[in-house]
């Protein structure tokens, strides 16, 4: 079975950083799009970043130029390297691999407060 699990994740400060990992098992992982995900309490799951299996990218408008996207396919791991974190940045962050259907992680909890 696939399995995705994200670390990384933690308290930080306002214009802080902060790096999350996902890494992949029991997965083609060089063949699936690779994204990321939050959800904020109340709020619905929304995408945060995405990096398809050749390299191209796409971010959410709020998260452009902050974060980055990318892939280590040797280490069947993503990665999203946060930076400038503001305090709506909080949320669980999700991993999501997706080629024919989705998996998901279990998520980590990022919370941006001073």
């Known amino acids: 079975q696939v399995q995705l699990v994200e670390s990384g994740g933690g308290l930080v400060q306002p214009g802080g950083s902060l790096r999350l990992s996902c890494a992949a098992s029991?997965?083609?992982?060089?063949?699936?799009?690779m994204g990321w995900y939050r959800q904020a309490p109340g709020k619905q799951r929304e995408l945060v970043a995405r990096?398809?299996?050749?390299?191209?990218?796409n971010y959410a408008d709020s998260v452009k130029g902050r974060f980055t996207i990318s892939r280590d396919n040797a280490k069947n791991t993503v990665y999203l390297q946060m930076n400038s974190l503001k305090p709506e940045d909080t949320a669980v962050y999700y991993c999501?691999?997706?080629?024919?259907?989705?998996?998901w992680g279990r998520g980590t909890q990022v919370t941006v407060s001073s």
């Open positions: 990096i398809t299996s050749g390299g191209s990218t």
């Open positions: 029991r997965i083609m992982f060089s063949l699936y799009a």
């Open positions: 999501n691999a997706n080629r024919i259907g989705d998996v």
